[in-house]
């Protein structure tokens, strides 16, 4: 009898980023995997990188922005077509620089009523629902 393999899961971290009662999210280029869908900020954990040190260096590296990050939210498993995604949100707070996108085509400062606005990426959709119920604080 054959073993079934289990997929690898892909951990990706999300940023709740807050500033002035607004949060931050991008849209996907339209050449990305999930073309113009809206996602917080964030990106794939590289190996031997701990989740936090993944969002620190993801906000850096595509909005060049450094942040400070604090309390663990939750996570969001989804498959996709391109495999097994693990999203691990994480309330995230600016410290420095002016954003300048480098992976995105747009981004905005929406409040919670806002969110349901936007076209979001499936394993975001949680942290969207969980922020609209209130339990997330900003």
């Known amino acids: 009898m054959r ?3 289990r997929p ?13 009662g607004r949060i931050l999210i991008a849209k996907r280029r339209a050449n990305d995997r999930l073309a113009d869908k809206w996602e917080f900020a964030g990106g794939k954990i590289e190996e031997n990188e701990t989740p936090e040190e993944c969002l620190k260096r993801e906000l850096k590296e595509e909005f060049n922005i450094e942040v ?7 996570s969001s498993t989804y498959q996709y077509e391109h495999g097994l995604i693990e999203l ?5 707070f600016w410290e420095d620089g002016n954003i300048s996108l ?4 747009d981004f905005r400062w929406v409040s ?7 076209d979001f990426a499936p394993a975001d959709l949680p942290f969207v ?5 209130g339990d997330i604080q900003l």
């Open 88 to 92: 691990l949100a994480y309330r995230t």
């Open 3 to 5: 073993e079934s393999k």
């Open 68 to 74: 400070t990050v604090g309390q663990y939210i939750g």
């Open 112 to 118: 919670v009523d806002q969110l349901s606005e936007y």
């Open 8 to 20: 690898e899961i892909i951990r990706v971290t999300a940023a709740i980023l807050a500033k002035d």
């Open 102 to 105: 480098k992976d995105h085509d």
């Open 129 to 133: 629902d969980k922020l609209r119920r």
